[in-house]
């Protein structure tokens, strides 16, 4: 539980000014701003069990994950207010429908959204929606590292943005996005029981090595940080290039 509530950190300065995500000040009209929310880590479980522990507590409050005026879509891996998209996924998504629907209060609900469905439609670093699109999954060949992982975790996030739309009445966008989490099926092998990556024509990546989880490429240079990291006495398994 303490290292639980080490984090998110208000990084709001006494008069509530505080440096966005865009680096440019703004106002918070509370005096607090949160960050350090490190997303990918803590969507599964820590903030679901803020919204139980901290109820409508500011700390852990919707609009700080993805206010519109910085970025345009909600941060994931945010750090002292930067985000620096060193994971997968936009797992800002779940953590905002979660407290929608448990009926947090205290933002607004259609901004949020709008942020939401940002996030899962305008693309950025690690998020090709215009290939993801396009082919109903990550192609390796495209999308060079981890194609299979970004494909899985951004369909979970579809899901999440389709029952806040169904929630919002939205029926065109609970569609679309649903349509959109059905895409990790794409890249399930039936015959090997297992996800497999596919190339931009619909070819089974070949060789397939179960064992392995990147590209030879790839697995060197984690290979190499985690080296690095077993040095500095970090925690290597997290790495990624």
Same mark, same amino acid.
């Given at each position: 539980?303490?290292?639980?509530?080490? *984090?998110?950190?208000?990084?709001?300065?006494?008069?509530?000014?505080? !440096?966005?995500?865009?680096?440019?000040?703004?106002?918070?009209?509370?005096?607090?701003? $949160?960050?350090?929310?490190?997303? +990918?880590?803590?969507?599964?479980? @820590?903030?679901?069990?803020?919204?139980?522990?901290?109820? *409508?507590?500011?700390?852990?409050?919707?609009?700080?994950?993805?206010?519109?005026?910085?970025?345009?879509?909600?941060?994931?891996?945010?750090?002292?207010?930067?985000? #620096?998209?060193?994971?997968?996924?936009?797992?800002?998504?779940?953590?905002?429908?979660?407290?929608?629907?448990?009926?947090?209060?205290?933002?607004?609900?259609?901004? @949020?959204?709008? @942020?939401?469905?940002?996030?899962? =439609?305008?693309?950025?670093?690690?998020?090709? +929606?215009?290939?993801?699109?396009?082919?109903?999954?990550?192609? /390796?060949?495209?999308?060079?590292?981890?194609?299979?992982?970004? =494909?899985?975790?951004?369909?979970?996030?579809?899901?999440?943005?389709? *029952?806040?739309?169904?929630?919002?009445?939205?029926?065109?966008?609970?569609?679309? /996005?649903?349509?959109? @989490?059905?895409?990790?099926? #794409?890249? /399930?092998?039936?015959?090997?029981?297992?996800?497999?990556?596919?190339?931009?024509?619909? #070819? +089974? !990546?070949?060789? /397939?090595?179960?064992?392995?989880?990147?590209?030879?490429?790839? !697995?060197?240079?984690?290979?190499?940080?985690?080296?690095?990291?077993?040095?500095?006495?970090?925690?290597?398994?997290? $790495?990624?290039?």
């Amino acid at each position: 539980m303490y290292h639980l509530m080490m *984090q998110p950190n208000n990084i709001a300065d006494i008069d509530g000014r505080y !440096r966005g995500i865009d680096d440019n000040i703004h106002m918070s009209p509370t005096g607090e701003y $949160y960050s350090t929310f490190s997303l +990918w880590d803590t969507y599964r479980a @820590a903030h679901p069990l803020y919204t139980i522990l901290n109820g *409508q507590s500011r700390r852990h409050d919707p609009d700080d994950a993805g206010p519109p005026e910085d970025t345009g879509f909600s941060a994931d891996l945010g750090f002292v207010g930067k985000e #620096n998209f060193c994971m997968i996924g936009n797992h800002a998504i779940p953590v905002i429908v979660d407290a929608y629907l448990k009926g947090f209060k205290g933002f607004d609900a259609e901004e @949020a959204y709008q @942020a939401v469905k940002a996030s899962a =439609t305008v693309s950025h670093f690690n998020s090709d +929606w215009e290939t993801f699109e396009k082919y109903g999954y990550f192609p /390796f060949d495209i999308i060079d590292t981890e194609s299979v992982s970004k =494909t899985l975790e951004c369909a979970y996030d579809d899901y999440c943005v389709a *029952q806040m739309a169904k929630a919002l009445g939205k029926t065109e966008d609970y569609e679309r /996005f649903s349509k959109r @989490a059905a895409f990790y099926k #794409n890249l /399930f092998d039936p015959e090997l029981k297992l996800m497999r990556g596919k190339d931009s024509k619909g #070819n +089974w !990546r070949t060789p /397939f090595n179960s064992s392995c989880s990147h590209t030879p490429v790839l !697995r060197a240079a984690i290979s190499r940080k985690a080296i690095l990291g077993s040095t500095l006495g970090m925690y290597s398994t997290t $790495y990624k290039a």
